[in-house]
Nanobody
Framework: QVQVVESGGGLAQPGGSLRLSCVAS????????MNWWRQAPGKAREWVATVFNEDDTMYLDSVEGRFTISRDNAKNTVYLQMNSLKPEDTAMYYCKSRLTEWGQGTQVTVSS
């Protein structure tokens, strides 16, 4: 079964850090671009970051320099390291490839 399962969300203070994980099954993450998306309450889902097959990366402007997407092929897992978190980063975060449906996501809340 082709799927991804996200985890690692939680409550963080402004300026804090969280690392999200996306464990894939049924396909190798090394062969496909992998993406993180997010959806804040009352807003449309927005793309956050992509890691491409050659490990090139691309980021939403508002997270550039604060977030890092990476991939561990041996664990078939994609990560999103989030530093210098801001309240506006509060959202449900989703991992996605073109092979998978939307998963359950993992909630990130940034608040003091």
């Amino acid at each position: 079964q082709v799927q991804v399962v996200e985890s690692g969300g939680g409550l963080a203070q402004p300026g804090g850090s969280l690392r999200l994980s996306c464990v894939a099954s049924g396909f190798p993450v090394s062969l496909y671009p992998m993406n993180w998306w997010r959806q804040a309450p009352g807003k449309a889902r927005e793309w956050v970051a992509t890691v491409f097959n050659e490990d090139d990366t691309m980021y939403l402007d508002s997270v550039e320099g604060r977030f890092t997407i990476s991939r561990d092929n041996a664990k078939n897992t994609v990560y999103l390291q989030m530093n210098s978190l801001k309240p506006e980063d509060t959202a449900m975060y989703y991992c996605k490839s073109r092979l998978t449906e939307w998963g359950q996501g993992t909630q990130v809340t940034v608040s003091s």
